[in-house]
């Protein structure tokens, strides 16, 4: 396989892991998560740090927000890392003020499938 396939494939699986992280997200899916999430993942939020078995037991609870929308997403793979660079808009459900947050999240090629090993996000009420 060339590298330009491999790099199309890579970066559409990408592109669709990016979608299930969003839509997980405002879904408080904890089941989709796992299934990507490295065993070793760490995730920070504004003044928090958590593992991925804090994150899922996080997840799973009714999210705050709503109405998740990507507004710009920049994939950078680099050999068996990839960098996903993003910017989405959302609406607390609380008083319904929308909010915009930035991320990047890395995902590391193991063993042929591609998971996320780390996740970091400004996102002010998330």
Known sequence: MNGTKQSAEDLAILEQL???????????????FSEF?????IV???GVTRNRE???EYIAKP?????IAL??????ILGDVALIHGRV???????GVLQEALYTDVYQKREGTWVCVSACAIAPGA
């Open 18 to 32: 990016n979608l299930d992280y969003i839509h997980s997200d405002e879904a408080s899916d904890a089941k989709r």
């Open 37 to 41: 999430l490295a065993e070793d993942f």
């Open 44 to 46: 920070q939020t504004p």
């Open 54 to 56: 804090e994150y899922l």
């Open 63 to 67: 999210r705050p927000i709503k109405d």
């Open 71 to 76: 507004r710009d997403v920049k994939i950078r």
């Open 89 to 95: 808009t959302y609406t607390m459900i609380a008083d």
